[in-house]
Structure formats: C-alpha cells, structure tokens
C-alpha cells in the first residue's frame, strides 16, 4: 500500500514550542499533501508539496519532502492551544488518481 | 466561501436497513469523492466520481455500496443493508481539477449501526 504512517502518533507540547510529525510512505507519488482536523470535524487542507519539491513554506508551516527515503515532515513553528488537531499526510501514486490518507498525528497544544 | 455540505449529519439505523447520505460539493467542482473514518481511526478512500462515473473505488466500496449524481448539485452514497462496522463517520469531498489537488471536505456525516 501507498498508505502514509505518521510519526509519532501523539504528541504533546506547550505553547509556543514547534511541533514536527514525519510521515514515511510505501511507493513513489505524484503530490503529497498534510490536512489537519480538529475533533469531530471534516478535513482541512493545509499545503501541498509536488513530488520535484524538496520544501515548502505557508505562514507557520513548513514542509519537506525526500523522495529518496519515501518521508515527510511537517514543522509547526510557534504552536498555539488552536493548533491542537489531527494532522494526516495523503499521498497519490499519479495524477488523478485517489488520496490515501495515513492514520495522522494528534497534537495536543497546551497553554 | 463555498463550502461542501453533507446531511445527515448524524443517522442511527438498524442493521440490514438502507441508508442515503447525501452531499452537496462545491458548485463548480468536478470529481467528488467518498471517504470514511472509523472513530478514532484512519481516514478510509472509498469512491471517487467524475464525469457521472465511478473512476476509482477501493476494496471496502462493495456491492452494498453505490453513488449517484440524480441532477446537477447532489452526490449520493447508498449502503444497501448496513452492517455494524458500517458504523462511521462518512465524508464527502470535491475538487476542481483533473489533477490531483487540493480537497474540500464536508463536514461528515455520522453513522450509527445498532
């Protein structure tokens, strides 16, 4: 399977601090992309890395990419109590084809 | 903002029963897609649809399942006879392009089997 495994599968910070969740996945791919989702809520996407991209910044987020060792991270700089969610890395094998999540990270921000 | 909205967004069914959940994707998307996620679990592909076609469905998406577009906003998902571990929360998802990209989701809708 193509699936993305998080790593770890919690985590737990104060405020302030970065958080960073890895995901590792089986075969090649087209895009990888991190959505977060907040308890009992749908998913929302945050940013999305094309397998030729290597890293990719949007305001607090920063995402790398290494094809070699099939992984990326996700680095959340200053965290806040709103950060606190689930954040799942999806991955496709080509161009229009389907999704596939990984099994997330939950991240717990404490004040 | 558009948004993507699905109803219910919670229906407790009997085993065996059928069940329609429905979903509403942004108006000028174009591939739609069924997703479930077990409490507490990872979140599951279920079917994707284009063009009044399934493109792409996964091994859990069975004959009890089915979808359908009946006219120009709505997207189905039908499980036949549900089953306990249909239990789930369900979601619905759409995006614009042809090439992968981002997904708008719903905000799910909540299956109980008793």
């Known amino acids: 399977s193509q699936q993305g495994e998080e790593d770890p599968q919690a985590l737990s910070i104060q405020e302030g601090e970065n958080a960073t969740m890895n995901c590792s996945y089986k075969?090649?791919?087209?895009?990888l992309q991190w959505y977060r989702q907040n308890s009992g809520r749908g998913l929302v996407h945050l940013i999305l890395?094309?397998?030729?991209?290597r890293e990719k910044h949007s305001g607090r987020l920063r995402v790398t990419l290494d094809t070699s060792k099939k992984s990326s991270s996700l680095l959340i700089t200053a965290s806040r109590a709103a950060d606190t969610a689930s954040y799942f890395c999806a991955t496709d094998t080509r161009a229009g084809t389907a999704l596939i999540f990984g099994k997330g990270t939950t991240l717990s921000v404490s004040s | 903002e558009p948004e993507v909205t699905q109803t219910p967004s919670h229906q407790v069914t009997q085993m065996g029963q059928e069940v329609i959940l429905r979903c509403v994707p942004i108006s000028n998307h174009l591939y739609f897609y069924w997703y479930r996620q077990i409490l507490g679990q990872k979140v599951e592909f279920l079917v994707s649809f284009y063009n009044n076609e399934i493109s792409e469905k996964s091994e859990i998406f069975d004959d009890q399942f089915s979808v359908e577009r009946p006219d120009g906003s709505n997207f189905t998902l039908k499980i036949r006879s549900t089953k306990l571990e249909d239990s789930a929360m369900y979601f619905c998802?759409?995006?614009?392009?042809?090439?992968?990209?981002?997904?708008?989701f719903g905000e799910g809708s909540r299956l109980t089997v008793l």
């Open positions: 075969t090649s791919i087209n895009n």
């Open positions: 998802a759409s995006n614009l392009r042809d090439v992968t990209g981002e997904l708008f």
């Open positions: 890395i094309r397998s030729n991209e």
